[in-house]
């Protein structure tokens, strides 16, 4: 990638994973600058070691583009705001805690013109990228994916209030229907049965007429099995392996990128929104 200036990155949250995650990615550069940040409670923003700024406005004006990790109801309102700033955004997945609030932010990013970009995280590590080249090789017409986890239980960190509410299916949800819409073909249907506290199971029609299962899960106990994906086709499979880069190293340069080439990215807001489309007809078809 040919080397950019900085793009000056005003971060929105200062929370377990805008800590541990967000900040230190874009603080590193060579392609981002953290300009600051604006959170809900300053004496933890101030823990980032950037400025901290009082009103979300004077944050918009201190930077180019704006990064955010909040949950989903926030980030739609602030996204809009945002947006209507001139500011290119970064967003966390879901989109929104809503399909209706998806939709006002996706269009409020195409009426401003502004980038826009997802962090879809495992579609950024080169294992995965490897992984869809071979997904497209062999005829693919199968495959299945479990996310299994413990994350709502005994003070998890990221045992949030939204993540409590809504559990695994809005989460871990666009991760692995992403993946499989991008090994298998654009999901064009999805049958849901389950609960979503628990456990929650998906039945993924994809264009081409492959087929696809998903098993998710933030509530177990015990020794439990790291992620999987498979997929299979008429000349072979293909397993997406465990990492061993960091994938948020290329969120950041990919997102420079899309701010000073333009032209887009595919995992921009448009496409949150498509994602939020397929999770909001399987909650719909699991709501007693």
Same mark, same amino acid.
């Given at each position: 990638?040919?080397?950019?200036?900085?793009?000056?990155?005003?971060?929105?949250g200062? /929370?377990?994973?805008a800590?541990?995650?967000?900040?230190?990615?874009?603080?590193?550069? &060579?392609h981002?600058?953290?300009?600051?940040?604006?959170?809900?409670?300053?004496?933890?923003?101030?823990?980032?070691?950037?400025?901290?700024?009082?009103?979300?406005e004077?944050?918009?004006?201190?930077?180019?583009?704006?990064?955010?990790?909040?949950? &989903?109801?926030?980030?739609?309102?602030? /996204?809009?705001?945002?947006?209507?700033?001139?500011?290119?955004?970064?967003?966390?997945?879901?989109?929104?805690?809503?399909?209706?609030?998806?939709?006002?932010?996706?269009?409020?990013?195409?009426?401003?013109g502004?980038?826009?970009?997802?962090?879809?995280?495992?579609?950024?590590?080169?294992?995965?990228?490897?992984?869809l080249?071979?997904?497209?090789?062999?005829?693919a017409?199968?495959?299945?994916?479990?996310?299994?986890?413990?994350?709502?239980?005994?003070?998890?960190p990221?045992?949030?209030?939204?993540?409590l509410?809504?559990?695994?299916?809005?989460?871990?949800?666009?991760?692995?229907?992403?993946?499989?819409?991008a090994?298998?073909?654009?999901?064009?249907?999805?049958?849901?049965?389950?609960?979503?506290?628990?456990?929650?199971?998906?039945?993924?029609?994809?264009?081409?007429?492959?087929?696809?299962?998903?098993s998710?899960?933030?509530?177990?106990?015990?020794?439990l099995?790291?992620?999987?994906?498979?997929?299979?086709?008429?000349?072979?499979?293909?397993?997406?392996?465990?990492?061993?880069?960091?994938?948020?190293?290329?969120?950041?340069?990919?997102?420079?990128?899309?701010?000073?080439?333009?032209?887009g990215?595919?995992?921009?807001?448009a496409?949150?929104?498509?994602?939020?489309?397929?999770?909001?007809?399987?909650?719909?078809?699991?709501?007693?």
């Open positions: 990638m040919e080397p950019y200036t900085p793009v000056s990155v005003g971060l929105v200062a /929370g377990p994973w800590e541990r995650a967000h900040a230190p990615m874009l603080a590193r550069g &060579p981002t600058r953290l300009a600051g940040v604006w959170a809900r409670r300053p004496e933890q923003a101030a823990r980032l070691g950037v400025p901290v700024f009082t009103r979300i004077e944050l918009f004006d201190a930077c180019e583009a704006v990064a955010f990790c909040v949950p &989903p109801a926030v980030q739609a309102d602030l /996204g809009v705001r945002a947006a209507r700033a001139g500011k290119a955004l970064l967003l966390e997945k879901p989109l929104a805690d809503s399909l209706d609030n998806a939709r006002r932010l996706a269009e409020a990013v195409a009426e401003a502004v980038a826009s970009q997802m962090v879809l995280t495992m579609r950024y590590a080169v294992q995965t990228r490897a992984f080249a071979r997904c497209a090789e062999i005829g017409f199968g495959g299945h994916a479990a996310n299994i986890s413990s994350v709502l239980l005994g003070g998890h990221f045992s949030t209030p939204w993540r509410a809504r559990g695994a299916l809005l989460d871990v949800g666009p991760h692995v229907i992403d993946l499989l819409d090994a298998l073909g654009r999901v064009t249907g999805v049958r849901a049965h389950g609960d979503p506290l628990r456990w929650t199971g998906l039945l993924l029609e994809h264009e081409g007429g492959a087929v696809s299962e998903v998710l899960c933030m509530a177990a106990t015990g020794d099995p790291p992620a999987t994906i498979a997929v299979y086709g008429r000349t072979g499979s293909a397993v997406l392996p465990a990492f061993d880069d960091d994938p948020l190293d290329n969120v950041a340069a990919e997102f420079a990128k899309t701010v000073r080439d333009g032209g990215h595919p995992l921009d807001a496409h949150g929104l498509r994602l939020q489309r397929i999770i909001a007809e399987a909650e719909a078809q699991l709501a007693p």
